[in-house]
């Protein structure tokens, strides 16, 4: 009996001795080290954060330089209006490459025909301007889906690959065999939960962006029709009076 448990003591020592040679083998890997171990699929995720990165930088810079200030917009346009300058409000309008210039230059170059023509034209740069300004969100929400289902399948390839190299040795295995197995399983699927957690995180963000922006130019596109009706019913009234 003392030889059993002695047996079985020196057994749990060399095991733990192996455990330990692991961990100092891995604390002394680099991060692109424990990458690599996810294997093949951590090309496709490789991919998909880079193409991540490039729409949440090219729709923040895009939002950032489409902002411009309603009030002065509106206001300077109103005097050169009040002035009869039509084409030099048209003039102002193009010095400006963004959405609420686009939109009030559209309204502008119709004036002199019924208000419902003016009102459709800005509707119609308006839907262009936020069809631009929503461009390319849909590749962000598809990375957020789409990269952790690649990191789960990652899980799966990485337990296949354990569970065949423990029938390849008959069950006689150790857990440096069936490290490779989980390494992979493991470093897929956090790396795609990372990147897919990253992508909706911004995709919200930058959607809520969006709509605040596409309320802002429906309120600038109202107050430009009411700017342009207000003079009319000035007129109204001193007819009535």
Request: glycine share 8%; proline share 2%; hydrophobic share 45%.
């Amino acid at each position: 009996m003392n030889i059993i448990y002695i047996f079985l003591l020196q057994a749990q020592t060399t095991e733990a001795d192996t455990l330990a040679e692991m961990l100092q083998e891995e604390s002394t890997m680099s991060f692109f080290d424990i990458l690599s171990q996810g294997g093949l699929l951590m090309i496709p995720l490789f991919i998909l954060s880079i193409l991540a990165i490039y729409v949440i930088a090219e729709r923040w810079r895009t939002l950032e330089n489409s902002k411009m200030d309603i009030n002065q917009t509106l206001n300077s346009i109103e005097t050169l209006l009040k002035s009869g300058s039509q084409e030099r409000a048209i003039q102002y309008c193009e010095q400006f490459d963004k959405p609420l210039a686009r939109i009030l230059k559209a309204g502008i170059r119709r004036l002199g025909r019924p208000i419902s023509n003016i009102e459709d034209a800005i509707h119609n740069a308006g839907k262009k301007e936020i069809y631009l300004l929503e461009k390319k969100m849909n590749w962000l929400a598809t990375i957020a889906g789409v990269a952790p289902l690649i990191g789960f399948t990652g899980t799966v390839t990485g337990m296949i690959r354990a569970f065949m190299d423990i029938q390849s040795l008959q069950g006689n295995v150790n857990p440096s065999v069936l490290a490779g197995g989980i390494w992979e399983a493991l470093i897929t699927t956090a790396t795609g939960l990372v990147v897919g957690i990253i992508a909706y995180g911004f995709y919200n963000y930058l959607l809520g962006k969006i709509n605040r922006m596409i309320f802002e130019l429906e309120n600038a596109s109202a107050d430009f029709v009411d700017l342009l009706q207000a003079p009319s019913k000035k007129n109204r009234q001193g007819q009535e009076v």
